[in-house]
């Protein structure tokens, strides 16, 4: 079901590319978005790109999502002025060591994982001294994985925040903010660590959680799966969303996130427990004092423009 | 923001209406769209409506959602054939005590309260025996609030459950079923506690770890509110909307259902620390199995109608 296409602002080409020729590792729902704003937006002179399935490699062929797809990582780094490196997490270091001796002196190498120092530290290692890596997340995303869920405007109105290990080249960082910034992001720079901990509570244990309370509904014996699907309007259905997001990717996230997402489940805990002491003792005014303070952060949200502000999502928009 | 309109199933009015006379209690979000909906489809010949607020009253004399609009709920029920509680679960004893005595013989008493045992213990001994109660839960809902909110679609499509006691009139259970039908939406028959744990699993407790989570992020002190807010595209976001949903509605449900909440919240947690657990141990296998496992409820979701397969729930609808 494919909707009326409707404006954005994202507009048309800048007058000349930022970098002459970028190799995209990776053609999965954030790759094939990056190929095709970099394709609109005029970002790069020439798109290299691969991935390490032969069927997306093949689709991203069809699709005409690159300027040529390549089938190594290795091969697509070539001459490259930026590679980007959009795998699940666990890879990274794996697509480093392969690529590092291929890169071009000068190059910059970003990435896009949800997690940050676990990938510094898988990366890092196989660069060579002469390439400036700058990493990088866009914190933006659908639950469909794969070349044909891309689209141009994913990251437009979102936040990318780049991680620069110390002593990166200021000149390279402020580079790779102009490629965001083309794509239509807003750019933040955070320490590794601190942006671990801020993904912990905004992504991976809103994740966590829905993933739990899926599995918990889908186990249940009292209540029948077609009952959890039919009463699902209730409120369950919001948490399936996310809880269908690629696998392999939040498999990822979770083993390189451990302690900041142990942590901040830590705290989760504790609020719940409290939440759940007050259902037992009846307490009515503790409840009604919760559920009025977190309507304020949605209003941020919305404010923010991170939110639709119409009712249910605007799932069913313009109903009366 | 107003999205154009679009065409939906809902269809025009019925040949007779189904009942005389309709008295709503209570004008808020399932008030105001099932007096929206009665109009439209013409289930009632006549439509008298009130609100505890005169703010409330005032805006649904504006909004011309009723025949007439009364100061009491006493005066509201006079010579109904079918009354609806819409009101939030902890007034509801309250409101048949004051229209017990002056319900027509023979009318149909219903209520659209998220929880069914505790509202039939409080509603039931109020009304006199020449009345049919017949308890109903439409599981449809926006997250906002008030007269404005409703719209005469908001049932179509989703389910409405009936739990009657032990004894109540088969009658007086189709005519209301036929009522429900005629809104748009599928009817389900189911006793009353388990109605109270299906909704546990399917709406109580995913409301319960919203709130949850957006009071934790909110709380912090490492991550900011102006952090959260900016990197909620990550997912946080998909929690605000129902953690944004009224407060007095959803205290009352939460001091109503205590026992079925309570139980299910006890398989959330032990669910949940089991996760933790395999994150602490780096359970790679565990976590992907669970991760690949969730999808399916959602699939089924889809399938049935009860949510759309827009990626983002068409956030952002049309884009390329």
Same mark, same amino acid.
Request: some cysteine; aromatic content about 6%.
């Given at each position: 079901?494919? !909707? %009326? ?29 990056? !190929? ?11 798109? =290299? ?51 590092? %001796? *291929? ?34 997340? @866009?914190?933006?995303?659908? &639950?469909?994985?794969? @070349? ?9 109105? *979102? ?87 690629? %696998? ?44 009025? *303070?977190?309507?304020? =952060?949605?209003?941020? =949200?919305? &404010? ?17």
């Amino acid at each position: 079901m494919k !909707a %009326p296409r409707v404006p954005d602002g994202l507009g048309g080409p800048l007058s000349e590319p930022l970098f002459q020729r970028l190799a995209l590792i990776g053609m999965g729902l954030i790759g094939s978005s990056l !190929a095709r704003v970099c394709r609109r937006k005029g970002l790069a002179h020439e798109i =290299i790109a691969t991935d390490s399935s032969s069927a997306v490699r093949a689709r991203a062929i069809e699709l005409a999502l690159a300027d040529r797809v390549m089938e190594t990582a290795a091969a697509a780094v070539e001459a490259a002025d930026l590679v980007i490196l959009c795998a699940p997490v666990g890879v990274m270091g794996a697509i480093a060591r392969e690529i590092g %001796p *291929r890169l071009k002196p000068g190059a910059i190498v970003s990435d896009v994982g949800s997690v940050k120092a676990s990938i510094i530290k898988a990366v890092a290692p196989h660069l060579p001294s002469m390439v400036h890596f700058v990493p990088s997340h @866009p914190v933006a995303g659908t &639950e469909q994985s794969g @070349p044909e869920a891309g689209f141009s405007t994913l990251f437009f109105n *979102r936040w990318t925040i780049l991680t620069p290990p110390e002593g990166t080249s200021p000149k390279a960082v402020a580079r790779l903010a102009s490629f965001w910034t083309g794509a239509g992001a807003y750019v933040e720079i955070m320490q590794p660590a601190h942006h671990d901990l801020v993904l912990a509570i905004t992504s991976h244990v809103p994740h966590l959680i829905a993933y739990n309370i899926v599995g918990t509904a889908a186990d249940l014996e009292e209540v029948t799966r077609s009952e959890v699907i039919k009463f699902s309007a209730g409120g369950f259905r919001d948490f399936t969303r996310i809880a269908a997001s690629d %696998p392999t990717m939040w498999r990822d996230i979770f083993l390189n996130n451990k302690e900041a997402v142990l942590e901040m489940l830590g705290r989760f805990n504790e609020d719940l427990s409290a939440l759940q002491r007050m259902i037992r003792n009846g307490d009515a005014e503790g409840l009604f004092d919760l559920f009025t *303070r977190t309507r304020a =952060i949605r209003r941020g =949200i919305i &404010e923010q423009g991170q939110e639709t502000a119409a009712p249910d999502f605007g799932r069913r928009a313009g109903e009366t």
